[in-house]
């Protein structure tokens, strides 16, 4: 904390001084009583009323002390305390961007302030302004030279910028210049942090060079093995990648990292394939990821048959994949099969649908093998259609004695059916079967009535087939059988939640929720920031139109999210006077992308889906939108009533138990003094305050805003820039962050993020149905004439833009969601007609009626339409009777669309 400057006498001067130590010390009160002796005597100090309205900012009392800390502003407006004070109040409220202009302020009155600098650096990294952070922390690193901190965070600034080369030296001088004793850890982190700037930089060579030069100083020997193993890639030296990764393979078989690069040094990988195997995580190989040759196929299987180590199942599933296509794949996968269900191995089914890939559409300069979603693709793979044959096959065994006698190798024992059964249960349902997998799973039942791996998937499969209600009743007793298991909890909670059943779901969370007599189960998981029950409630109630109360636990999913957010402002100074190095670059990293994570997706989706339906029916706010006017107003008063009623017991419960606490007090009960006053309560338990006297339109920009504010400042030369973040969002996100800008009027916001949905959207991909819908909406927007003289600020480019997307999405996607299936080559031979997927259908239908519905003028809809009738064969026609009252009407609308759409074709 910045020290005041001597304008006041000498006693108060040192009273001062003491208010300051108490702030730091946290002694609150002890120091508004000291400044409260100043401010008798000094009514207009202006440093002593900013330090007071500090502490009462500390002590909750933020209206008070944002008045005083303007009074005092106001009456010494040229004093850095008094700004820095101001910048900490707003530090404290997560207002970083006005923290940032106090600080700046009191720079400019004593630009060498040490404290200043140091808070104003936490909060340009806070705010990702790496520019200004580079600029603050080299005049920190003037002023205070002999600090490591200095140093330190100077580097990390530098290296936050791709400044290698500064990082990498600024290192080299702290060393040159410093005396002070470094601990073995610390100095290992200085030497690996420096290997990264060098390998950032491309100097693969000098990093090689580096390691092996400072290698009896660094501690942190795996690292240090596998930093050298990926040097010796990225610079070609693939023999000595070889051995290097072996002899991690060896000690770590189970590791699928060490698999994928020595698999990277096998095949002599380079370019875009060396950095996809490099860039690949968790399970992924680049066996497994990449389409490769016959040769290469071949190198990975005689190397993994030759090197095979005992009892390893990564080397199993490794040359399980890479059989595929030859003669021993059948005896080798029923080997597994075999293995697997006589131990016991409930992840089979997932060890067999690893291999089940199939050539990506994307086009990219290295061919890639992806996972197939569509069950009727899954159904037709050879290994899926082998391994129910095999499963098919061992179950038989199970009839006679003869039939396992006949089918020769030993014979299954009796726990192996029932994982048969389960497995081929699997099968048939990632192959969409769901009739045969039920099927499946109750013989499993019948076979072992306790195992609970048959009762998870049993519910699964009801959930599939849409019946919540089965779903949560069956898994409600499989947790019954085991009510030790949290997970079988959980599961349960989740099924009764999708089933709408509130009270039971949360009734069934709270059994494994520690909590005291009083407490708040909802409160508890709150706290803990449980977002997935967060998620399942707010869908709960979203299905029930509950809007306030689903919109309130998406808010409470948001501010876990920002105090995820908030809470790394503490860390910058720690990890700079620790030298975690690489961790706080990696956090740093991670924190970026938060706001792109698969649960705040679906809170955002869930969250700016009600506000716009809202937005389109606010008579609907509570929920009885469906209702007459007369049945919603009386509904409402019932409604009020009950409200009322459950206000009354709450206090009814309050008054009951302060009574009782005033009793154990009179009573001298020795735990009496130690008793926990009762939790605050909450103030909206109805989340009327999300629905009441809101912007509906601007409460779904402050959801989607979430996504890039945070990020990365404005690039220069490009208005309005929404930052990297929407990359990393789904297709469903980026539709719907369009759909929120159109409808505000942001129509160059609303194209960057349909382009980034399109960026994805490579070779014969399909575009999201969603996305699709929004860009005609965006270019039926552009083209109506109603829109005034808006439209016409829109640059040109932006026009031919949305044409290109147009015309891409109705080109490829639209004909890739319309693909008819290749025929068997059965039917082709009968001349049979080719067949039809069904969830096609169903998605073009809907697509037709959407346009319908939103773009009856628009050209581009009667084209859809006649393609898809002249693509699916007689009984399945997209053809509805037309209103004669309303054809001449569209169709003079149509003709006014056509001439629009065809002057920007021209222009495109």
């Known amino acids: 904390m910045a020290q005041a400057q001597g304008k006041l006498p000498k006693k108060e001067a040192e009273i001062f001084r003491t208010v300051v130590s108490c702030y730091e010390t946290k002694q609150y009160k002890k120091g508004v009583k000291a400044a409260d002796s100043i401010l008798k005597k000094f009514p207009n100090s202006g440093e002593t009323q900013a330090m007071k309205g500090l502490l009462l900012n500390c002590m909750g009392q933020k209206e008070e002390a944002y008045e005083l800390v303007k009074l005092g502003l106001r009456n010494d407006v040229r004093s850095h305390v008094c700004w820095h004070v101001y910048g900490l109040l707003y530090r404290s409220d997560n207002n970083y961007k006005e923290a940032i202009k106090c600080y700046l302020n009191a720079l400019r009155i004593d630009k060498d302030n040490q404290n200043i600098l140091r808070d104003l650096s936490n909060l340009q990294i806070q705010m990702r302004d790496m520019a200004g952070f580079v600029t603050t922390r080299r005049r920190i690193l003037e002023g205070r030279p002999t600090l490591r901190a200095s140093w330190v965070a100077f580097a990390l600034a530098n290296f936050a910028v791709k400044e290698y080369d500064v990082a990498y030296d600024a290192i080299s001088k702290y060393y040159e210049t410093s005396t002070e004793q470094v601990e073995p850890y610390e100095e290992s982190e200085f030497y690996l942090f420096q290997n990264l700037c060098l390998e950032k930089a491309g100097k693969y060579d000098d990093a090689i060079a580096h390691l092996e030069k400072e290698r009896a100083k660094i501690v942190d020997v795996l690292s240090w093995r596998v930093k050298k193993g990926q040097l010796f890639l990225l610079t070609g030296r693939f023999a000595e990648a070889r051995t290097h990764w072996e002899g991690l393979v060896r000690e770590q078989p189970e590791n699928y990292r060490y698999h994928n690069l020595l698999q990277a040094a096998l095949l002599e990988l380079s370019g875009d394939a060396l950095q996809r195997a490099l860039g690949m995580k968790?399970?992924?190989?680049?066996?497994?990821?990449?389409?490769?040759?016959?040769?290469?196929?071949?190198?990975?299987?005689?190397?993994?048959?030759?090197?095979?180590?005992?009892?390893?199942?990564?080397?199993?599933?490794?040359?399980?994949?890479?059989?595929?296509?030859?003669?021993?794949?059948?005896?080798?996968?029923?080997?597994?099969?075999?293995?697997?269900?006589?131990?016991?191995?409930?992840?089979?089914?997932?060890?067999?649908?690893?291999?089940?890939?199939?050539?990506?559409?994307?086009?990219?300069?290295?061919?890639?093998?992806?996972?197939?979603?569509?069950?009727?693709?899954?159904?037709?793979?050879?290994?899926?259609?082998?391994?129910?044959?095999?499963?098919?096959?061992?179950?038989?065994?199970?009839?006679?004695?003869?039939?396992?006698?006949?089918?020769?190798?030993?014979?299954?024992?009796?726990?192996?059916?029932?994982?048969?059964?389960?497995?081929?249960?699997?099968?048939?349902?990632?192959?969409?079967?769901?009739?045969?997998?039920?099927?499946?799973?109750?013989?499993?039942?019948?076979?072992?009535?306790?195992?609970?791996?048959?009762?998870?998937?049993?519910?699964?499969?009801?959930?599939?087939?849409?019946?919540?209600?089965?779903?949560?009743?069956?898994?409600?007793?499989?947790?019954?059988?085991?009510?030790?298991?949290?997970?079988?909890?959980?599961?349960?909670?989740?099924?009764?939640?999708?089933?709408?059943?509130?009270?039971?779901?949360?009734?069934?969370?709270?059994?494994?929720?520690?909590?005291?007599?009083?407490?708040?189960?909802?409160?508890?998981?709150?706290?803990?920031?449980?977002?997935?029950?967060?998620?399942?409630?707010?869908?709960?109630?979203?299905?029930?139109?509950?809007?306030?109360?689903?919109?309130?636990?998406?808010?409470?999913?948001?501010?876990?999210?920002?105090?995820?957010?908030?809470?790394?402002?503490?860390?910058?100074?720690?990890?700079?006077?620790?030298?975690?190095?690489?961790?706080?670059?990696?956090?740093?990293?991670?924190?970026?992308?938060?706001?792109?994570?698969?649960?705040?997706?679906?809170?955002l989706q869930a969250a700016v889906k009600i506000y716009l339906h809202l937005l389109d029916a606010p008579e609907d706010v509570d929920g009885l939108g469906h209702l007459s006017a007369a049945d919603r107003k009386k509904e409402r008063a019932k409604v009020k009533k009950q409200r009322e009623r459950e206000a009354a017991e709450r206090a009814r419960q309050r008054e009951e138990k302060e009574r009782e606490r005033e009793a154990a007090a009179s009573g001298n009960k020795k735990d009496a003094a130690d008793e926990k006053e009762d939790k605050k309560e909450d103030a909206d338990p109805y989340g009327d305050a999300y629905v009441t006297n809101k912007d509906f339109l601007q409460e779904a920009h402050t959801w989607c805003q979430s996504l890039f504010q945070f990020h990365a400042p404005p690039v220069h030369g490009l208005p309005d820039h929404d930052g990297d973040l929407l990359a990393t969002c789904s297709a469903e996100?980026?539709?719907?962050?369009?759909?929120?800008?159109?409808?505000?009027?942001?129509?160059?916001?609303?194209?960057?993020?349909?382009?980034?949905?399109?960026?994805?959207?490579?070779?014969?991909?399909?575009?999201?149905?969603?996305?699709?819908?929004?860009?005609?909406?965006?270019?039926?927007?552009?083209?109506?004439?109603?829109?005034?003289?808006?439209?016409?600020?829109?640059?040109?480019?932006?026009?031919?833009?949305?044409?290109?997307?147009?015309?891409?999405?109705?080109?490829?996607?639209?004909?890739?969601?319309?693909?008819?299936?290749?025929?068997?080559?059965?039917?082709?031979?009968?001349?049979?007609?080719?067949?039809?997927?069904?969830?096609?259908?169903?998605?073009?239908?809907?697509?037709?009626?959407?346009?319908?519905?939103?773009?009856?003028?628009?050209?581009?809809?009667?084209?859809?339409?006649?393609?898809?009738?002249?693509?699916?064969?007689?009984?399945?026609?997209?053809?509805?009777?037309?209103?004669?009252?309303?054809?001449?009407?569209?169709?003079?609308?149509?003709?006014?669309?056509?001439?629009?759409?065809?002057?920007?074709?021209?222009?495109?």
């Open 733 to 908: 996100t980026l539709a719907l962050v369009a759909e929120v800008q159109i409808r505000r009027g942001k129509y160059l916001k609303a194209l960057r993020a349909l382009s980034t949905a399109f960026d994805r959207v490579q070779g014969g991909q399909t575009v999201h149905a969603d996305v699709f819908l929004v860009l005609l909406k965006l270019a039926w927007k552009m083209k109506n004439k109603k829109l005034g003289t808006a439209h016409a600020l829109l640059p040109p480019i932006v026009k031919a833009e949305v044409a290109r997307l147009l015309q891409r999405a109705t080109q490829t996607a639209l004909a890739t969601w319309l693909q008819p299936l290749t025929p068997s080559s059965a039917s082709s031979s009968s001349g049979a007609a080719p067949q039809w997927r069904d969830v096609s259908y169903e998605q073009v239908a809907e697509l037709v009626q959407h346009l319908r519905t939103h773009f009856a003028a628009a050209p581009f809809t009667e084209a859809v339409v006649t393609f898809a009738q002249s693509l699916y064969p007689q009984g399945k026609a997209f053809a509805v009777a037309e209103d004669p009252a309303t054809t001449a009407a569209a169709a003079a609308a149509a003709a006014v669309a056509s001439a629009s759409v065809e002057t920007l074709a021209d222009s495109a």
């Open 282 to 603: 968790r399970l992924e190989l680049v066996s497994t990821k990449i389409a490769l040759s016959a040769e290469q196929k071949t190198l990975l299987l005689d190397y993994y048959t030759a090197h095979a180590v005992a009892k390893s199942r990564a080397f199993e599933r490794i040359r399980l994949f890479l059989l595929q296509g030859t003669a021993e794949f059948e005896a080798a996968l029923e080997a597994v099969i075999r293995s697997y269900t006589t131990s016991g191995i409930p992840s089979l089914c997932q060890d067999i649908m690893a291999l089940v890939v199939v050539p990506s559409t994307q086009a990219t300069e290295t061919a890639l093998l992806v996972h197939p979603s569509d069950a009727f693709d899954i159904a037709r793979h050879p290994t899926v259609q082998l391994a129910l044959q095999i499963t098919a096959r061992l179950l038989a065994t199970f009839a006679s004695a003869e039939a396992t006698a006949a089918a020769g190798g030993s014979a299954l024992s009796a726990s192996a059916e029932l994982w048969l059964w389960f497995l081929q249960a699997h099968l048939q349902w990632k192959s969409g079967a769901l009739t045969a997998a039920m099927d499946s799973i109750e013989r499993a039942i019948a076979h072992t009535p306790t195992a609970l791996d048959m009762y998870t998937f049993k519910a699964k499969l009801f959930k599939a087939q849409g019946n919540f209600r089965a779903a949560a009743e069956c898994m409600d007793q499989c947790r019954a059988l085991d009510l030790q298991d949290r997970y079988l909890n959980n599961k349960a909670t989740k099924y009764f939640l999708r089933n709408d059943d509130y009270e039971a779901g949360s009734a069934t969370i709270a059994m494994f929720t520690k909590h005291d007599s009083e407490g708040d189960v909802q409160k508890t998981l709150y706290d803990l920031q449980c977002s997935w029950y967060e998620l399942e409630v707010a869908d709960c109630f979203a299905r029930q139109h509950k809007w306030a109360l689903a919109l309130k636990r998406l808010a409470g999913i948001r501010q876990h999210f920002l105090d995820q957010y908030d809470d790394i402002f503490d860390f910058h100074s720690y990890c700079f006077r620790k030298t975690t190095l690489r961790a706080y670059v990696d956090e740093l990293s991670a924190l970026d992308t938060s706001f792109g994570h698969k649960r705040y997706q679906r809170a």
